[in-house]
């Protein structure tokens, strides 16, 4: 079977398909099957409408002249002796029916075909905007194939729009011909006369006019109406051979020159062979849209739904009237509210041209918010810089601080020499006190002391857990304090180092501290006179410096002797009797800890004391830290500890053995109560002779 | 940009350290064990290497320096270099070379804060003088009562019921002062290590 070529784009296509396999579009040959073996209702109304020119009769001469005589034009007597055909020979368009056509058309479509010719159909307003005269019977050829003007006719009787003001209608509306017969005669008269004129002069035009095929676009390209399509085609392959009028009365003239027809204008669909993926897809679907060189579409979209313009003129009359600019969409309140400029200068129908996109995928549509003016409302982002932001409550601090450093500087440099020097003397004589104060009881024997009455827990603790010493474990000492405290930790360690000499105990000690181990060496030397008998060898061991503070305890209390393999003088710790038996931390008899820092007590109670077990802890620490140190004795990490000397007077009347911290504690007590004096007196002198201070002005001198 | 190796680094000994410390798993003990030898020895050598730095970064610079003074720079390196070499030709135990801290490092330590309590006496005069204020008379009564109950003067009245449990509360009030300051140094303490331990500060960086 031959192919079947596409009316539209051109391109063969099986005779069996119905439809184009490149671009979609009817075919004829499946059209005409479709309507032979398909009953289409729409045939139905073909009986009152004029037909097809494509079955065009043979021209009649003695009609064409009698029709020129009563002036009606020459396509008008050609419609009309088709009629009379057809009306002559009703059989033949009843061949195109099956039997039960009648009995299938409905009753309303039926009443629709008889009343129609007789009512004034809306369809006379498009005629009018076409030029074309209406008339009962006298129908365009074009409009044979716009099926959607012929179901205007179904629309029941409308007001006639002559109820409205004039100068409210469309312009293509006021320029239709006036109603009557007369009027009607006389437009004819004279469209006729042009009309002749023009067919003598011009040829019909080879190509299909781009009007038709553009006007007809709308229903050609509906995939629901088959039936007007191939009435479309034929009528547009057989529009070439029409006379000039006939032709142009498929067209829509331009508005300007109603009368005058349409040039013939290259189709554009002729150069279309398909679609081309790598370019636009609008460019190469849509037609030219040339709009100045195009002529008006004689069917849009407004004039196809024009009856349902005046089905909905029943409306207020407001309602109805045809407005050419778009109402705006009623946006909501908070997308109104979105938009800045729109907020700031009133809504879209005060400004439109805000509102109005004149490009971009919403072009036209009002209300929209514009892209391009919300670009300068970006901000570019916050650079933050490394400088200090200082709040004012830091300012304030900050000037306090100063405040106490400029006055201590004013009193220094503002002083007078003979102030100056006064305060000097005052700094001696205190220091004269004082000086006399440690002195003389140490001079004087049986100076006046008041011995505790009341001895500290702590104390107790390690008094008891001293005396519980095992005496063949050795005890560790951790001697961490250095020389600016040493005259007080001496006298509070040797009370203590006095019972375990005593008993004969083993000692082992260390330091974390570079001086810690000698400072120790040192206190020990009046112990060492003290007891003679403990200075065997072996009872002592120095393991010397400990590195790495918090992590060397560590390791310590992990292994101890693997952490301190070697003595002060490299010789082998961890051989002689009784230290070979220590293996681990908790091998000792007890740890003591000696100390002026409270941090280094906390290091040795944090990291070796979980390792040591029922391994009793005692501290003796300076007066100083030894709040710091309660605590971790009223949780019972410490089992007791010593603090100052007046603990260590304590620990001592409890042995009752009375040393250096009792021989001490006179010189202590008659200081302290001296500098208290010294500080009470001091003090109430400064309230007063207090005089608050006064600014200099600038204008008095100094 | 600097290089995540180290912050990868630490974070990693770090996890494994805890882990040891917490876990007694013998194959953490057994990485930790090392690694607590080595920050030992690092430590060490860090002591070393500060010690250097003050003699020949310092203060050998000073000597070569024509515009400040120089003899006390002069006294520093000589005292370095004689100890230094006395430690290692005598040895850390010997009694001569404990003269050094004994004899000199131990007097004047001691030195330096007896003129510290005679300095801070003097300043308690005029205490009232400069913090003429609520917070100042304050501060002058505490000072009066903690010198005077360290001193062990109220044992001459050890009957007094009311004032030994008076000098007993008051006893305390350091102590809970002290608590507070030791829950901020752990709380400092723990914030400080999860910092470097996560990477957000980096004093291993210089």
């Known amino acids: 079977m031959a192919d079947i070529p596409c009316p539209v784009c051109g391109r063969p296509n099986d005779s069996k398909a119905e439809r184009c396999w490149y671009c ?44 020129a005589q009563e002036g009606i034009p020459d396509w008008l007597v050609r419609i009309r002796e088709r009629e009379n055909l057809e009306k002559g020979k009703p059989e033949e368009k009843e061949t195109k029916f099956p039997e039960n056509s009648d009995s299938e058309i409905p009753d309303w479509l039926t009443e629709l075909n008889v009343d129609s010719p007789n009512e004034k159909s809306p369809a006379d307003s498009t005629s009018a905007k076409t030029g074309v005269p209406p008339s009962d019977k006298e129908q365009p050829v074009d409009d044979d194939n716009d099926w959607l003007k012929k179901l205007e006719s179904w629309q029941p009787e409308k007001p006639r729009p002559e109820e409205k003001p004039a100068d409210e209608e ?149 309602a109805s009237e045809p407005s050419k600019i778009l109402e705006p969409a009623n946006l909501p309140a908070w997308i109104k509210a979105l938009n800045p400029k729109q907020s ?35 901000t570019p982002p916050h650079t933050f810089t490394g400088t200090i932001k200082v709040t004012e409550n830091q300012q304030a601090r900050a000037q306090i601080l100063k405040n106490i450093a400029d006055q201590s500087r004013w009193e220094d440099e503002g002083l007078e020499e003979k102030s100056r020097s006064s305060h000097r003397i005052l700094h001696g004589i205190v ?231 009792t021989g001490h504690l006179s010189s202590f007590q008659i200081t302290l109560i001296l500098v208290v004096l010294l500080i009470l007196v001091g003090g109430i002198a400064s309230l007063i002779l207090y005089r608050p201070k006064t600014e200099k002005k600038p204008g008095k001198p100094a | 940009m600097r290089s995540p190796l180290l912050p990868v680094i630490t974070f990693i000994v770090g996890i494994l350290v805890l ?35 003050l003699i020949f970064g310092v203060h050998w610079r000073r000597l070569r320096d024509p515009s400040k003074d120089h003899w006390f720079s002069a006294l520093v390196i000589l005292a370095f270099l004689v100890t230094f070499a006395c430690g290692i030709f005598f040895g850390p135990t010997n009694l001569g070379y404990q003269k050094v801290v004994t004899a000199i490092e131990m007097p004047i330590e001691a030195s330096l804060m007896a003129v510290l309590a ?36 109220f044992s001459l009245l050890p009957n007094l019921p009311i004032l030994q449990n008076l000098i007993s509360g008051i006893s305390q009030a350091p102590i809970a002062g002290a608590r507070g300051i030791l829950i901020g140094v752990a709380l400092g303490s723990l914030l400080t290590g999860i910092r470097i331990w996560l990477g957000s500060d980096r004093p291993y960086n210089g």
């Not at chain 1, 809504?347 to 919403?362: I, R, V």
């Open chain 1, 24 to 67: 979609q579009a009817v075919l004829h040959g499946a059209d005409s099957a479709v309507n032979k073996n398909s009953p289409d209702w729409l045939d139905g109304l073909r009986e009152n409408v004029p037909p097809s020119t494509g079955e065009e009769p043979p021209k009649d001469v003695n009609a064409a002249a009698d029709s």
């Open chain 1, 170 to 318: 469309p312009k293509a509306v006021q320029a239709a011909p006036p109603q009557g017969s007369k009027d009607e005669e006389n437009w004819l008269k004279i469209f006729k006369e042009e009309s002749e004129e023009d067919s003598q002069n011009e040829e019909p035009s080879a190509q299909p006019s781009p009007v038709t095929v553009n006007g007809d676009s709308s229903s050609a390209f509906l995939p629901d109406e088959p039936a007007p399509v191939d009435d479309l085609i034929s009528s547009a392959e057989e529009e070439k051979n029409l006379p000039e009028p006939a032709a142009s009365a498929g067209t829509v003239p331009s508005e300007n020159d109603p009368a005058k027809p349409e040039p013939s204008k290259k189709n554009w669909l002729n150069d279309f062979t398909g679609i081309k993926p790598d370019e636009n897809l609008a460019a190469q679907v849509l037609p030219p849209t040339n709009n100045e060189d195009q002529p008006k579409a004689p069917f849009t979209g407004d004039q196809s739904m024009s009856f349902l313009d005046e089905a909905a003129s029943e409306t207020p009359a407001a």
């Open chain 1, 344 to 378: 700031e200068e009133g809504s879209p129908q005060d400004n439109p041209a805000l509102t109005n996109t004149p490009f971009g995928p919403l072009a036209g549509i009002e209300g929209v918010l514009k892209g391009e003016e919300l670009l300068p409302s970006f």
């Open chain 1, 431 to 661: 220091a004269a006190l004082m000086l006399l104060a440690v002195w003389i009881p140490l001079v004087i024997k049986g100076s006046p002391s008041v011995l505790p009455a009341l001895y500290p827990g702590e104390v107790v603790q390690a008094f008891n857990t001293i005396n519980a010493l095992p005496v063949d474990k050795p005890v560790l000492v951790a001697a961490d304090f250095d020389g600016s405290l040493y005259g007080e930790l001496s006298w509070s360690l040797q009370p203590l180092l006095s019972q375990i000499m005593a008993k004969n105990i083993a000692v082992a000690y260390l330091s974390t501290n570079s001086a810690g181990a000698t400072l120790f060496s040192k206190a020990l030397d009046p112990l060492v006179i003290r007891y003679p008998n403990y200075s065997n060898p072996g009872q002592l061991v120095n393991l010397g410096y400990l590195a790495g503070g918090s992590i060397g305890l560590q390791s310590l209390a992990r292994d101890p002797v693997t952490t301190l393999p070697l003595t002060a003088s490299l010789q082998p710790a961890w051989q002689s009797k009784p230290f070979n038996a220590i293996t681990k931390i908790s091998d000792f008899g007890a740890l003591i800890v000696i100390t002026e820092n409270a941090d280094t007590a906390k290091y040795w109670i944090e990291q070796v004391k979980p390792s040591l077990g029922t391994t009793p802890l005692i501290v003796v620490i300076s007066a100083q830290s030894a709040p710091l140190l309660q605590p971790y004795y009223d949780s019972g990490q410490v089992t007791g500890y010593i603090s100052g000397l007046y603990s260590a007077v304590a620990f001592e009347s409890l042995a009752k053995d009375p040393q250096s911290a």
């Open chain 2, 19 to 53: 882990a040891g410390y917490f876990l007694p798993i013998p194959a953490l003990i057994s990485i930790r064990t090392p690694m607590l030898d080595w920050a030992i020895i690092v430590s060490g050598v860090a002591a070393l290497i500060a010690i250097a730095n």
């Open chain 2, 118 to 153: 005679v300095t801070l006496a003097y300043s308690s005069l005029r205490l009232l003088q400069r913090q003429h204020n609520w917070m100042g008379f304050f501060f002058f009564i505490a000072v009066l009562v903690f010198l005077l109950l360290n001193s062990g003067i």
